[in-house]
């Protein structure tokens, strides 16, 4: 893996600073790779000492709860290690913890970290917080943001590792870069910042040839399926059909689509012709953040390629969480599912909005992991065009009674002057605080 040849680079510039940003391209292996790279240096782990004093370990953050298990399942495969048993590694999401005292790597979503805080503002039993997926920009992630840089204030030897598929690495290694003020001719002070180092390790990337349909973004319903969703249905098929061997990876919005999809695949699978099915199985999956564990853990199981097509149908869980081997063709439906707050009435609802180019690039990606692939987007080229360049970050459009809530809770009187990535707006803190008090 890529990130290989980039370990001493990578504990070298750690050693030297607080802060590191790390950008991994998809199929990079930092999600897997960095963790293990921390606990063999022998710099960020440490047994339980004599004094009580809480064992060091390092903390990996992910903003989804599927990501954190197969993550830490996958790192304790690779390390010979139980997960939650005597092994180094453990994991924990809400309602369910992994860990024991020998736990060195701990992956947890970033929401179970931030209540941590609640209870151990300074973070004392991490030595290192890694937060992987930085750029999907969760609420909980731009929390952490501000918070582990008050953290790093009174804690000189504590350490923070931002990591990032997309190139928006400037703006967190100017976010948590060292501030000084120079006066000026005029007795003017001027702020200037001094970028944290960034850490650029290259995908594992093959070609992607992207075919785009001669229609607009597909919205509207048209029987039992909504058209984007049978648009979906249609395209699988006859790439199943027509292409050669490799997993077909479906982006649609959310559980009823996905389940109503993979329905309609299984019964269009078994009306083909007896031959045809006997030529390739058809194995269909859903992805989604309910799902049952176990259920999760299918999309995982190796199958012979040559005899078994797996077509996993997705949310945007798969856009840069989790790595599926052996897909080569991706169905992009060009959506994805927001909460978004209404303040003038007062509610918070999940709505069908279209991806950005951000999201359709990743989600391209995903067909050139393991070898060159081809990807199938429900809309043309302007509709591309016209998508926004980023997705708007979720502390920037949802309500935020919550998280002024954690702020209050943590001791901080000044919910408007915490130090955001991306402020939210002024109207939606004052709103909270109004619904709170």
């Known amino acids: 893996l890529p990130a290989l040849e980039h370990r001493e680079e990578l504990l070298a510039a750690l050693k030297d600073h607080q802060v590191v940003v790390c ?52 790192v304790g495969e690779e390390t010979n290690s139980r997960v939650g ?10 309602f369910e913890s992994r860990c024991s ?5 701990k992956f947890l979503t970033d929401g179970v970290l931030v209540r941590e ?28 943001f501000g918070l582990l840089k008050q953290v790093m204030e009174r804690r000189p030897e504590f350490r923070v590792l931002i990591t990032s598929a997309t190139l928006d690495a400037d703006r967190f290694a100017e976010f ?45 319903h048209r029987g039992p399926l909504s058209t984007y969703v049978r648009a979906a249905v249609e395209t699988t098929m006859q790439v199943h059909n027509s292409e050669e061997p490799g997993h077909i990876l479906v982006f649609l919005t959310g559980q009823r689509e996905i389940e109503d999809a993979c329905a309609q695949l299984r019964a269009l699978y078994r009306e083909q012709p007896d031959e045809r099915r006997g030529e390739m199985e058809l194995r269909v999956l859903p992805l989604y953040g309910a799902l049952q564990g176990r259920r999760q853990r299918e999309i995982f199981d190796a199958v012979p390629v040559d005899r078994v097509r797996k077509v996993i149908v997705a949310t945007n869980i ?24 209404n303040p003038a009435q007062q509610m918070e609802s999940l709505v069908v909005v279209p991806i950005s180019k951000v999201s359709a690039q990743q989600r391209a990606g995903r067909a050139g992991r393991t070898a060159p692939g081809k990807c199938y987007r429900l809309y043309n080229k302007v509709s591309y065009e016209e998508m926004a360049q980023e997705t708007v970050p979720e502390i920037q459009r949802t309500n935020l009674a919550n998280t002024v809530l954690y702020l209050k809770l943590l001791g901080i009187q000044d919910v408007l002057g915490f130090p955001y990535l991306d ?14 008090y």
């Open 117 to 144: 805080c609640l209870n151990d503002p300074l973070l004392k039993k991490y030595s290192v917080v890694m937060l992987d997926e930085a750029h999907e920009r969760s609420i909980h992630t731009d929390l952490l």
């Open 85 to 94: 048993g005597n092994g180094i590694v453990g994991y924990a999401i809400r």
């Open 176 to 220: 948590f870069g060292q501030r000084t003020e120079e006066k000026h001719k005029k007795k003017k002070r001027i702020e200037r910042v001094k970028p944290c180092p960034v850490v650029k390790i290259p995908g594992r990337v093959f070609p992607v040839d992207i075919f785009h349909s001669k229609q607009r973004q597909i919205m509207g």
């Open 423 to 436: 402020p939210p707006d002024e109207d939606s803190l004052l709103d909270a605080l109004k619904q709170l």
């Open 101 to 105: 005292d020998q736990t060195r790597l």
């Open 318 to 341: 798969a856009e840069t969480s989790l790595t599926i081997d052996g897909v080569r063709y991706v169905v992009d439906c060009s959506f994805t599912k927001q909460k978004v707050y």
């Open 23 to 74: 950008v991994g391209e998809t199929g990079s292996g930092k999600t897997t790779q960095i963790p293990q790279f921390l606990h063999a240096s022998g710099a960020y782990t440490s047994a339980k000492r004599d004094s009580g004093d809480l064992a060091q370990c390092v903390a990996i953050t992910q903003p989804r709860r599927v990501a954190t298990v197969s993550v830490a399942q996958r």
